[in-house]
Every structure is written in C-alpha cells, then in structure tokens.
C-alpha cells in the first residue's frame, strides 16, 4: 500500500458551490466584500509566489527564517509524530519541520486543492521514504475529521493566515482547533505583527503592481467561473492601514459609475465612481492579544518567537 493516500471531504462541486454564494452575498451586501480565498486559482497562485519574493513583503521570509532556527526548538517541545498542516498548499514551509521532527510517523496536509496535494505529498514522500502522508481535501473553516494517527499531534497554521479572518471567525475557528486536538497536542501559529503604517502599506501595495493584478484576479475569477464582464481596467487597486481594527484592507475601488452582469448568480451589481470592494483583511497581532485569543479556546501560549527584527511571529500553544 502506498504510504500517500488522499481522502476528499469537499463534495465535487463544493468549490463552485461557494463561490456562487459568496459572489451572491458578498457583492450584494453594503459595503460590498469578498473572502480572499478566491484570489488563488492558478494564476492567482503564482501572483502569490512573485509577491512572496518582492524586497517590501517581509512576511514569507520572516516565517521562513523563525522556522530554520526554531525547528529543534519546536521538534523538543512537542515531540510530534503526527504533523497536520491547514492550508498546506506546496507544503514548502513544512520541510524545514520535517527535518527536525525526528519521531514523525505521519504527515496530514490539509487543502481545497487536491493536484496540489498529490504533487506536495509525491515530493515530501521521495525526501522522506519512511514517511506516512495521509492528505485531506478540505476546507478548514468547514470542520475537519482528523484521520487516526498516532500522537503527540502538532497542528501548524502558518503564513499568517489566520489574519485573513475576522475576530468571530478567528474565535470558531480556534475552538474548532481545541476540538480536533487531544491534551498534549499543539498549536503552531504564524501571526504577521502590529508595526509601522508605512511598512505594512508597502507590503500590500508595491510599485511593481503585482499586488494589485493579484487583487485583481478574483474578478478574473468571477469572470471565468460565472461568466461576469467585470473589466479589471475599471478597478484600482487599494491598500490601506485600519488602526482601529489593526489591520490591513485589500480593496478594489471603482474608477467610475458601472454595473457588472454576473449570470452564474442572476446578479447585476452596480458601482458607484469610488466605491470599495473589500476583497481581504489581513490583521496584524501583538503577542498579549494572540495569548488572550488562544486563551479563550483551551490553548495554552506556550513558546512565542519572531524573527530578527519583530516583524512576525510564530507560537506554540497546548490543548489544555
């Protein structure tokens, strides 16, 4: 028996499914918004990728740099033999923990997309021949049955991708982190840091504009996918600080009056010249507030690191 096997939880058409109803509700609500998860089909994947690698965004390699020189630190504190990763996608973080969990018997990379899994799975499983990766087909905001594996259990959420939701979501979504977990298992979170507005504008708004064709995709998305005549020509693309909700706003704002046709969801949206579509939040955390967080869903702050310059961090929390 191969040591990858893929169980899909997502019906076939449960992608397709919640676009329509997120376009439906989201472009029909006031102010208008969109979740970011539909920036990444494949083009909007590889926007991502060129994002990662431009001088102003900090984040990618500020986690990559925690992860080199914490991995032991992590590996001893939790002593995993199984590694669950939400939002796995090439899982290229993920090796710099593999190396240093020498007792891991089991690896469970979670994701929406199942190509990216079975390449992900097929190149860690040639790396690691001992290796058993079980992965899932799966949202993680829709509850997740973990396969049987043996524990400790580390279960990491990097990128700081818990950013992207908001503070009721962040509450479900750590007790739905509790619920999978047993006494003893842990938490690795990668949470982006409160700084200065011009550092984290910089990061969402660079001069190369691959941001913002990158903002820009989910209408290429909608386009494509429910046949919408949005003209990405007719949006600017905008990033901007919220101090009061500290936190970074994607937005997409229209550069004259226009009504879109969306006939996948029987919608026409009409825009105003100025008016925002927010397509992502992104907060950014300070380590009281992520502990008081963690707190108030039965996980335990254990061990918190940022990297060389306080710009990002990650921390290890316990299922109490």
């Known amino acids: 028996m191969s040591p990858l096997s893929i169980t899909r939880t997502l019906p076939a ?32 994947s590889e926007l991502f990728e060129d994002i990662t690698k431009l001088p102003d965004y900090y984040p ?12 032991d630190h992590i590996a001893a504190a939790t002593r995993a033999r199984t590694l669950i990763e939400l939002g ?20 469970v990379p979670i994701d929406v997309s199942e190509s990216a899994l ?34 400790p259990r ?23 982190v509790h619920a999978m977990l047993s006494p003893g298992d842990a938490l690795l979170l990668g949470t982006d840091l409160v700084k200065d507005e011009a550092t984290l504008v910089a990061a969402y708004d660079d001069p190369q504009g ?4 990158f903002n820009k995709n989910v209408l290429e998305v909608i386009n494509r996918e429910l046949g919408g005549d949005f003209d990405p020509a007719d949006f600017d693309h905008v990033a901007l600080w919220n101090d009061g909700c500290e936190w970074i706003e ?28 927010r397509t992502e939040v992104s907060a950014k955390f300070r380590q009281e507030g992520v502990r008081s967080e963690l707190a108030a869903a039965g996980l335990e702050l254990s061990s918190w690191w940022t990297d060389s310059t306080d710009r990002f961090a990650l921390s290890l929390s316990f299922r109490v």
Not at 60 to 71: C, D, M
Not at 88 to 107: I, P, Q, V
Not at 122 to 146: C, K, M, N, Y
């Open 13 to 44: 058409d449960a992608t397709a499914a919640a676009l329509r109803a997120d376009v439906a509700q989201g472009l029909s609500r006031t102010p208008k918004q969109l979740p970011p998860k539909w920036f990444y089909d494949a083009r909007g």
């Open 60 to 71: 990618t390699r500020a986690e990559r740099e925690i992860l080199l020189t914490r991995a």
């Open 88 to 107: 796995s996608g090439s899982s290229d973080k993920t090796r710099h923990l593999l190396g240093a969990l020498t007792e891991l018997h089991s690896y």
């Open 118 to 151: 079975a390449v992900a799975g097929e190149t860690l499983l040639a790396e690691h021949p001992g290796l058993s990766v079980h992965a899932l087909v799966a949202d993680f905001q829709q509850g997740i049955e973990l396969p049987d594996t043996p524990g």
């Open 154 to 176: 580390l279960l990491a959420f990097l990128g700081g991708t818990i950013g992207n939701l908001l503070p009721e979501e962040r509450a479900a979504f750590l007790e739905s």
């Open 210 to 213: 691959v941001t913002a064709a």
């Open 250 to 277: 994607m937005r997409l704002r229209a550069r004259k009056d226009l009504t879109v046709k969306i006939p996948g969801v029987d919608l026409a949206v009409s825009f105003t010249a100025g008016e925002d579509l």
